[in-house]
């Protein structure tokens, strides 16, 4: 696998994450040139500072991490985010809503996908695997597809369970080939994120990037 670092999307989501957490995140990600680092909204303004012109995305989250907010909250926080100067967008979608079978995540999606999309953003959306069937997760594929996602997630890290070779395949052979897929949520090892990227990962975003990426080394030595 060549190249393997522009797979990787350096996370720092935690609760008790501090600015020096965030720093050194910035550092690795520069040094390593990994596709990307996602912070919390708070941090996008200092984060797009650091990176200047590096070549790597600048990812935040809307709604997280469990899509509660409603269209309008989530509205102002994308507009806010790319104002701050978020390259892409990772959107948690409103999960009270598909499981009460109301076709809002739609709708929600298709707002925010045009804000996305008018300037020049990525939008992923994080559908929570672990809280769905394999049909539920063909169906929330089907819907970000519809809407206009660019991306479709598996994971915000704060569900039950994380990425599953099993779920990337039900995504990929349910999304068309121009969306691509990110996966999430307890990606330890390279050899894990190598599996994921087999099924059909396009994106594997981790807290242990650098790690992955020694191990990865460490294989093709």
């Known amino acids: 696998m060549k190249n393997f670092q522009r797979f990787l999307e350096s996370t720092l989501l935690s609760a008790t994450m501090n600015e020096q957490e965030v720093n050194s995140l910035v550092r ?9 680092v996602c912070v919390p909204p708070f941090w996008v303004k200092k984060v797009n500072r650091e990176l200047q012109e590096e070549d790597i995305q600048l990812v935040t ?54 804000i996305c999309h008018e300037e020049g953003r990525i939008l992923k959306v994080i559908i929570e695997t672990a809280n769905l069937t394999k049909d539920q997760m063909r169906d929330a594929c089907l819907i970000c597809q519809d809407a206009g996602a660019d991306f479709v997630k598996t994971s915000t890290g704060f569900a039950s369970g994380g990425a599953k070779v099993e779920d990337i395949q039900i995504m990929r052979s349910t999304l068309s080939s121009n969306v691509g897929i990110k ?32 191990e990865w080394r460490n294989q093709i030595l």
């Open 61 to 114: 989250v809307i709604g997280f991490p469990f899509g509660y907010t409603d269209t309008g909250t989530k509205v102002f926080e994308t507009k806010e985010a790319i104002r701050q100067g978020a390259d892409e967008l990772d959107l948690v979608w409103s999960q009270t809503a598909f499981h009460s079978g109301m076709n809002w995540p739609k709708i929600e999606i298709a707002q925010i996908s045009k």
């Open 28 to 36: 690795e990600a520069i040094e390593e040139q990994f596709v990307g």
């Open 183 to 214: 996966a999430s949520g307890g990606i330890k090892t390279f050899d894990f994120a190598q599996q994921l990227i087999q099924a059909g990962a396009d994106r594997i975003g981790t807290s242990s990037a650098k790690k992955l990426l020694e």
